[in-house]
Antibody
Framework: EVQLVESGGILVQPGGSLRLSCAASGFTFSSYGMNWVRQAPGKGLEWVSYISSTGSTIFYADSVRGRFTISRDNAKNSLYLQMNSLSAEETAVYYC????????????WGQGSLVTVSS | QSALTQPASVSGSPGQSITISCTGTDSDVGGYNYVSWFQQHPGKAPKLMIYDVSNRPSGVSHRFSGSKSGNTASLTISGLQAEDEAHYYCNSFTATSTLVVFGGGTKLTVL
């Protein structure tokens, strides 16, 4: 069974930093591209970042480029998102999601990790 | 403001069919056959229902179908059931610096 489990979401002050993790199991992690998608409370989905199976190709949404860094450790079956210079508007549930074929085809999602940015 | 436009809400009675639209531009929906649809129940993670405009993942009911005409993609749910009540989101590949854009979401109410 495919499982994605996010962790690391906490309360952080504006301007602060945080690293999210996503532990994968039930599939060959090193064969799939992975994504981070976020959802502000009561709002819609926003794609954040993509990393290819080997980590050689990375993309970011305009809203986070230069502040967020996606990475992965295939030996540990883990995906990461380093977030810097956080603002209150980035309070959201952050989901990791697996890419099935193209970057828009997110076939498995974790349960999400809540990041709250507030003073 | 979301990059893709969806109606805020749609409704239908059990057994009926409904269609949710997702309108973009030539740079996203109209330019590529990379549109997916997701179902999200309250407090749950999204679930992939349709990918690449009209493909259904294994395990998704045949009552769900997708199509595209020009810059508008559509999700049709036939034989509405109470369990279909949820939010639905579309996304698309986009030829801009942001790789993927989502619609604002549509709340489906089964009357």
């Amino acid at each position: 069974e495919v499982q994605l489990v996010e962790s690391g979401g906490i309360l952080v002050q504006p301007g602060g930093s945080l690293r999210l993790s996503c532990a994968a199991s039930g599939f060959t992690f090193s064969s799939y591209g992975m994504n981070w998608v976020r959802q502000a409370p009561g709002k819609g989905l926003e794609w954040v970042s993509y990393i290819s199976s080997t980590g050689s190709t990375i993309f970011y949404a305009d809203s986070v480029r230069g502040r967020f860094t996606i990475s992965r450790d295939n030996a540990k079956n883990s995906l990461y998102l380093q977030m810097n210079s956080l603002s209150a508007e980035e309070t959201a549930v952050y989901y990791c999601a697996r890419t099935l074929t193209t970057v828009t085809t997110l076939d498995y999602w974790g349960q999400g990790s809540l990041v709250t940015v507030s003073s | 403001q979301s990059a893709l436009t969806q109606p805020a809400s749609v409704s239908g009675s059990p057994g009926q069919s409904i269609t949710i639209s997702c309108t973009g531009t030539d740079s996203d929906v109209g330019g590529y056959n990379y549109v997916s649809w997701f179902q999200q129940h309250p407090g749950k993670a999204p679930k992939l229902m349709i990918y690449d405009v009209s493909n259904r993942p294994s395990g998704v009911s045949h009552r769900f179908s997708g199509s595209k005409s020009g810059n508008t993609a559509s999700l049709t749910i036939s034989g509405l059931q109470a369990e279909d009540e949820a939010h639905y989101y579309c996304n698309s590949f986009t030829a801009t610096s942001t790789l993927v854009v989502f619609g604002g979401g549509t709340k489906l109410t089964v009357l």
